[in-house]
């Protein structure tokens, strides 16, 4: 974890084009999430002709996940992860406080693809988060129940998602 602090860009709003890499990496990730009820994760990299990557992936269990140590020089714009499968028992359909806490500790971005096929967008400086694309945008988990944790909104402040997770700061 070091290196990424050391390697990371300062947070700033995500660009259309590293919107559209990780819609894509996204899209075809959060199946096999699903379907092996695992996190996987990993970095966005943004490399010296504005062209996105990822990192290796990363597998995690079913409500963690670590990415793979970052190699010297990188450009880490974001980190991206999945909350696996459905579970009556774990809020999976909003970024955790972890997630958001962690990338602000990063100094990056975050994103994250839900079982109900939401994708978040997490502003590493401020901690606030909004649903880059609603229910179903990415392949959604066959057994998710809808609302099951209570209604999504549409976005999130980290005191907002402390008071949903019943938690105090």
Request: negative net charge; proline residues 5%.
């Amino acid at each position: 974890m070091a290196l990424s602090l050391l390697s990371a860009t300062p947070a700033s709003a995500q660009s259309g084009q590293e919107a559209a890499f990780v819609l894509a990496l996204m899209e075809s990730v959060n199946t096999l999430s699903v379907r092996f009820n695992r996190e996987v994760c990993g970095y966005i990299l943004r490399h010296s002709n504005g062209a996105y990557s990822s990192t290796k992936v990363s597998w995690g269990a079913h409500a963690t996940c670590a990415s793979l140590p970052l190699q010297d020089g990188v450009d880490v714009v974001s980190s991206w992860h999945t909350h696996a499968a459905y579970a009556a028992d774990y809020d999976g359909e909003v970024p955790s406080i972890q997630d958001v806490e962690g990338d602000m500790a990063l100094g990056v971005n975050g994103w994250v693809g839900t079982p109900g096929g939401r994708l978040w967008f997490i502003d590493g400086a401020t901690g606030t988060m909004r649903q880059f694309c609603g229910r179903g945008c990415l392949p959604e988990d066959p057994d998710f129940m809808p609302e099951d944790h209570g209604m999504v909104a549409e976005s999130y402040t980290l005191d907002a998602l402390y008071a949903r997770f019943d938690r105090a700061p």
